[in-house]
C-alpha cells in the first residue's frame, strides 16, 4: 500500500504548535479546534489548516469525522489544557471542582466517534499519577488499540528547555513505538545557540526590527536584582536588602529558581506561560538586564522565527499562548514516530 495518505486533527490546538510539528513530519493536519478565538489568527495564519472556534463539550465530533478522505490513515492528536494536572495545581486545587478535568473525557468521546486509527496526547508529566488518566488508558485499550506512553524529556528530542512531558500514542493498524531520541547529552540545543544571536534590548524594550521581540518592563527594585544575579546563581547571591519578604522567611528559601538569570551553556527552564515575567521563574537573560522577550520564548518553545503571532494581542495574552504551546519540535518528532508506524504496517 504505496503512498498512504495520513491525515490529522488537532484538539485543543492553541496557536498550532502541534500542528505545525506534524505538517513538518509530512502529515497533513486537516483543522485544529479550540474555544479560544484568539489563536485562530496565528494557527491559521501559520498552518494550512482550517481554525474551527468550538467548545469540546458541546461539539459534534461528526462533523470532525466528515473531514478525512475515505481511505486515509486518519490520525486524532490532541493537547488537553494542563493546568489541572500541573505539580503545582495538583497539589494545591480541589480536582473535582476543575472542570477542565473533563476535557480528557470529551477526548475519549471524539475517539468514540470518529474512531481514528492513530492517537496522540502529550500533556504534563503529573497526569500519569492521576485516576482521570488511568481511566483514558482503560478506554483507549477497550477500543482494541495498541497503546504506548511515557515522560520523555525533551532536550533528548532537540527541544532546548529542561522540560519533561508525558507522549501518549495508540494505533488500530499495529504495535506503535515512541519517538527515537535524537539528541545525546552532550548535543543539547542549549540557550546560547538558540537566542544569543538576537539583538540587545533592554527592560520594557522592542527590538526595532522584530516586534516579537520585545520584554516587560521591570520595577527598580527587580532591575537591581536582576543586576545582582549571576547565571546559575540564586538570591542568595543577593544583599538582603533586596529580597522579598517570603525569602526572609524559613518557608520561602526553597524557592531557588526564582528570579533566577539562565545560563548561556545550558538549556532553559520549562517555558510557562508567565514567562516573560522576570519573577516567575529563572527567566532573567544570561547577561542583559531584563526577562525573556516574546520571541526568545518562542525559539525556546522552538517555533520558528517566522512564525506569525499577531500584532493585535498584549504581550502577556501572545506569552500565555507561547507557553501552553506543545513545542513545534515536539510535534516534529511525533510526526517522525507516526509515518514511521505507518510505513512499517503498510508500506513493506
Same mark, same amino acid.
Given at each position: 500500500?504505496?503512498?498512504? #495518505? ?40 501559520? =498552518?494550512?489548516?482550517?481554525? *474551527? ?15 478525512? @478522505? #475515505? =481511505? ?15 505539580? $503545582?495545581?495538583?497539589?494545591?486545587? =480541589? ?8 476535557? *480528557?473525557?470529551?477526548?475519549? #468521546? ?23 488518566? &488511568? ?27 529542561? %522540560? ?6 495508540? @494505533?488500530?493498524?499495529? &504495535? ?6 535524537? $539528541?545525546?547529552?552532550? &548535543? ?7 537566542? #544569543? ?8 524594550? *522592542? ?5 516579537? $521581540? ?12 536582576? %543586576?545582582? +544575579? ?18 526572609? !522567611?524559613?518557608?520561602? &528559601? ?6 533566577? !538569570? ?5 538549556? @532553559? ?7 516573560? =515575567?522576570?519573577? @516567575?521563574?529563572?527567566?532573567? $537573560? ?6 525573556? +522577550? ?22 502577556? %495574552? ?31
Amino acid at each position: 500500500m504505496k503512498n498512504t #495518505k495520513i491525515e490529522a486533527v488537532d484538539l485543543f490546538c492553541g496557536i498550532g504548535g502541534l500542528t505545525y510539528g506534524l505538517r513538518k513530519a509530512g502529515i497533513d493536519v486537516l483543522a485544529g479546534l479550540d474555544n479560544d478565538v484568539t489563536c485562530s489568527y496565528s494557527y491559521e495564519k501559520n =498552518n494550512d489548516a482550517k481554525f *474551527i472556534l468550538a467548545d469540546v463539550a458541546d461539539f459534534d465530533f461528526e462533523k470532525i469525522k466528515r473531514l478525512y @478522505s #475515505k =481511505n486515509s490513515i486518519k490520525v486524532l492528536v490532541g493537547c488537553a489544557p494542563c493546568q489541572p494536572f500541573s505539580s $503545582h495545581t495538583f497539589k494545591t486545587r =480541589n480536582k473535582r471542582k476543575d472542570e477542565r478535568w473533563n476535557l *480528557i473525557k470529551y477526548f475519549i #468521546k471524539a475517539i468514540e466517534t470518529i474512531k481514528p486509527d492513530i492517537i496522540s496526547m502529550e500533556n504534563v508529566r503529573g497526569i500519569t499519577k492521576t485516576d482521570v488518566f &488511568k481511566t483514558f488508558v482503560e478506554e483507549i485499550e477497550k477500543m482494541d488499540y495498541d497503546i504506548k506512553y511515557d515522560v520523555v524529556y525533551c532536550p533528548d528530542y532537540g527541544i532546548p528547555q529542561n %522540560r519533561s512531558r508525558l507522549v501518549f500514542l495508540a @494505533s488500530k493498524i499495529g &504495535k506503535i513505538e515512541m519517538p527515537e531520541i535524537t $539528541h545525546t547529552r552532550n &548535543k543539547y540545543v542549549t540557550v546560547a545557540k538558540t537566542i #544569543k544571536k538576537l539583538p540587545k534590548i533592554g527592560s520594557g524594550q *522592542i527590538c526595532p526590527k522584530d516586534d516579537v $521581540h520585545r520584554s516587560k518592563n521591570l520595577s527598580a527594585l527587580n532591575l537591581e536584582r536582576i %543586576r545582582n +544575579s549571576k547565571p546559575k546563581g540564586t538570591w542568595k547571591d543577593w544583599d538582603k536588602k533586596l529580597l522579598p519578604p517570603c525569602y526572609k !522567611r524559613e518557608s520561602g &528559601k526553597t524557592y531557588t529558581s526564582v528570579y533566577g !538569570r539562565m545560563s548561556w551553556d545550558n538549556v @532553559s527552564p520549562t517555558i510557562t506561560t508567565q514567562f516573560y =515575567n522576570y519573577g @516567575s521563574g529563572r527567566f532573567g $537573560h544570561p547577561e542583559q538586564d531584563r526577562g525573556l +522577550s516574546i520571541r526568545e520564548g518562542a525559539l525556546l518553545q522552538t517555533f520558528p522565527k517566522s512564525y506569525d503571532f499577531g500584532q493585535y494581542i498584549s504581550l502577556s %495574552r501572545i506569552g500565555t499562548q507561547i507557553g501552553n504551546a506543545v513545542p513545534p519540535r515536539l510535534g516534529f518528532v511525533i510526526g517522525k514516530a507516526i509515518n514511521k508506524h505507518v510505513e512499517n504496517c503498510y508500506e513493506k
